[in-house]
């Protein structure tokens, strides 16, 4: 499916942009990297700058935590994906091989139309992106400076 799709946004700088118009339930991408522990991936975030620690992706399966390392630069774009915690239009989920090991792949959930960026939620309320910062509204801050000036 890479064929079908870009790493680029002009929102976000990266993420990935459908260049054909996605069904629901089509596969899109799998997320990939170094599976570890979920342990070890705890003491990497530790470790890793905000900008790898972006790319560790907490999963659990069978019971147990596990982590995928995406920090390293592929040519595959699953973890280029961005969060859209309101309107996503992917989903994650854990696909096995034949040999049971999980992946995890993206799949469309609505329709995705060429030139759409592709999320997913990160299902974290926790990600820096998402904490509300104070800042005023172009009126507050009009209002704010008039009155300074009165």
Known sequence: MRSSMKP????SGYGVIA???IEP??????YVG??????????LYKEYSAEDAAFLYFYNFQGQNFCID?????????????DDHIKPNSKIKIILDEQQKPHLCAFA???????????????????QW?????????????????????
């Open 19 to 21: 260049t054909k118009n």
């Open 25 to 30: 339930g089509e596969f899109l991408l799998e």
């Open 70 to 82: 995406g920090s390293k630069d592929t040519t595959r774009l699953g973890r280029l994906i961005n």
């Open 130 to 150: 998402r904490q509300k910062t104070t800042s005023f509204s172009s009126n507050e801050h009009m209002e704010k400076k008039q009155k300074d000036n009165t």
């Open 8 to 11: 680029w946004s002009c929102f």
């Open 34 to 43: 170094r599976h570890i522990t979920g342990s070890e991936g705890e003491d």
């Open 109 to 127: 959930i609505t329709e995705i139309l060429a030139g759409e960026e592709i999320v997913y939620d990160y299902e974290n309320p926790n990600c």
